[in-house]
T-cell receptor
Framework: GNSVTQMEGPVTLSEEAFLTINCTYT??????LFWYVQYPGEGLQLLLK?????DKGSNKGFEATYRKETTSFHLEKGSVQVSDSAVYFC??????????????FGQGTILTVHP | KAGVTQTPRYLIKTRGQQVTLSCSPI?????VSWYQQTPGQGLQFLFE???????NKGNFPGRFSGRQFSNSRSEMNVSTLELGDSALYLC???????????FGPGTRLLVL
């Protein structure tokens, strides 16, 4: 079946530091890949997505590139802010066959940014 | 456009009771998916509905059920609650199963 593995956290950074959160996946088909962010006490917000190999998703300074050869979708940001502190989830959607409407999530990475 | 709404936001129940959670999707979205989020198991898929039909179901016991109405609003029901059912229940909507899912704020259920 499908699976997503995220780097173990938590991750603690100083403001303006460079961020990388690793994500690798296993899928039987040709999945779409997503990063979602969850702030305390809230639901998930879509951060960015990529639907095919070599696509780059970007939003609010965050970027991730769909790498089929390494089955990866690593999240990066050049300069983090305190307001980026949240939990980040990598997810895939493989809507073929019996996977209708199902997102498979990684375990989440807690990011804390200090001033 | 209004986002996904879920009611109630918080709920406290006791073991053995049942509970019904509601989800109103973004206008025009016909697919609704439900997820359970717990610290131990993370985010797990419960089921997906499209045009009032359940098309996919996760690996949860039969105590967990759902339905979708003609206006695409969805409900999920958990019967005979157990302590382990304490979780954040999230619903997400999309135009179809193949499209991006947008999440609601969740319903936090505490079972005592």
């Amino acid at each position: 079946g499908n699976s997503v593995t995220q780097m173990e956290g938590p991750v603690t950074l100083s403001e303006e530091a460079f961020l990388t959160i690793n994500c690798t996946y296993t899928a039987t088909g040709y999945p779409s890949l997503f990063w979602y962010v969850q702030y305390p006490g809230e639901g998930l917000q879509l951060l960015l997505k990529a639907t095919k190999a070599d696509d780059k998703g970007s939003n609010k300074g965050f970027e991730a590139t769909y790498r089929k050869e390494t089955t990866s979708f690593h999240l990066e940001k050049g300069s983090v802010q305190v307001s980026d502190s949240a939990v980040y989830f990598c997810a895939l959607s493989d809507s073929g066959g019996t996977s209708y409407g199902k997102l498979t999530f990684g375990q989440g990475t807690i990011l804390t940014v200090h001033p | 456009k209004a986002g996904v709404t879920q009611t109630p936001r918080y709920l406290i129940k006791t073991r053995g009771q049942q509970v019904t959670l509601s989800c109103s999707p973004i206008s025009g979205h016909r697919s609704v998916s439900w997820y359970q989020q717990t610290p131990g198991q993370g985010l797990q898929f419960l089921f997906e509905y499209f045009s009032e039909t359940q098309r996919n179901k996760g690996n949860f016991p039969g105590r967990f059920s759902g339905r979708q109405f003609s206006n695409s609003r969805s409900e999920m029901n958990v019967s005979t609650l157990e302590l382990g059912d304490s979780a954040l229940y999230l619903c997400a909507s999309s135009t179809s199963a193949e499209e991006t899912q947008y999440f609601g704020p969740g319903t936090r259920l505490l079972v005592l």
